[in-house]
């Protein structure tokens, strides 16, 4: 396993853009599969982006507008969201694992969430 850092989240308008990060511990960083998901209040987590280890392959759940991306050479994993709505507002997770899947119990670790709020 790996442990997990998520960094980022705040508060923003409507129509606006925010960077997640994750920052994951130990050496191995480039041999997982990363992804991304979010949990709004009163819903389940549901995925939003998934990265693998090299970075040559990328799924997005559909209708987001989001860019996922990672540098493994500083261990971190980004979520560039752009044109933000209010129904983007939940925490948002990152997660480590080693297949490449858009099911959340197909990954191992998990960061501990940063909260995005788009206020209208």
């Known amino acids: 396993q790996v442990e997990l850092l998520e960094s980022g989240g705040g508060l923003v308008q409507s129509g606006g853009s925010l960077r997640l990060s994750c920052l994951a511990s130990?050496?191995?960083?480039?041999?997982?599969?990363m992804g991304w998901f979010r949990q709004a209040p009163g819903k389940e987590r549901e995925f939003v982006a998934a990265i693998s280890g090299s970075g040559g392959s990328r799924s997005y759940a559909d209708s987001v507008r989001f860019t996922i991306s990672r540098d493994n050479a500083k261990n971190t994993m980004y979520l560039q969201m752009n044109s933000l709505k209010p129904d983007d507002t939940a925490v948002y997770y990152c997660?480590?694992?080693?297949?490449?899947?858009?099911?959340?119990?197909?990954?191992?670790?998990w960061g501990k969430g940063t909260l995005v709020t788009v206020s209208s």
């Open positions: 997660a480590a694992g080693v297949v490449f899947t858009r099911r959340a119990d197909g990954y191992d670790s």
């Open positions: 130990g050496r191995t960083f480039s041999t997982f599969v």
